[in-house]
Nanobody, 121 residues
Framework: VQLQASGGGLVQAGDSLRLSCAAS???????IGWFRQAPGKEREFVAA????????RYADSVKGRLTISRDNAKNTVYLQTNSLKPEDTAVYYC????????????????WGQGTLVTVSS
């Protein structure tokens, strides 16, 4: 499955964005994760959702501000980002996998190109 992330942009602190991860094929059998890479830093886990949509995981740094959801009928996963902070500035990537686990980069085998989120103070 090929993925494409979109929805990034330049916003001010406190604003919201909805990122989308659109798949070229069916995603119903895949766990989908969002990761981000800030300038000069390593890529890190942000959020993930199981293939069934029944379970989600979040990084501690984003809990309560970001929400991941999926619409299997549209082959799209969303990341609603609220109360954005300057430290959320990064390129956001989505990825697909079918491991039992779904929070490590190694749990995902298909990666899309990222979308840049820039949060100004």
């Amino acid at each position: 499955v090929q993925l494409q992330a979109s929805g990034g942009g330049l916003v001010q602190a406190g604003d919201s964005l909805r990122l989308s991860c659109a798949a070229s094929g069916r995603i119903s059998g895949y766990n989908i994760g969002w990761f981000r890479q800030a300038p000069g830093k390593e890529r890190e886990f942000v959020a993930a959702i199981k293939w069934s949509g029944g379970s989600t995981r979040y990084a501690d740094s984003v809990k309560g501000r970001l929400t991941i959801s999926r619409d299997n009928a549209k082959n799209t996963v969303y990341l609603q980002t609220n109360s954005l902070k300057p430290e959320d500035t990064a390129v956001y990537y989505c990825a697909a996998g079918n491991s039992i686990y779904y929070t490590r980069q190694s749990d995902f085998h298909s990666w899309g190109q990222g979308t840049l989120v820039t949060v100004s103070s």
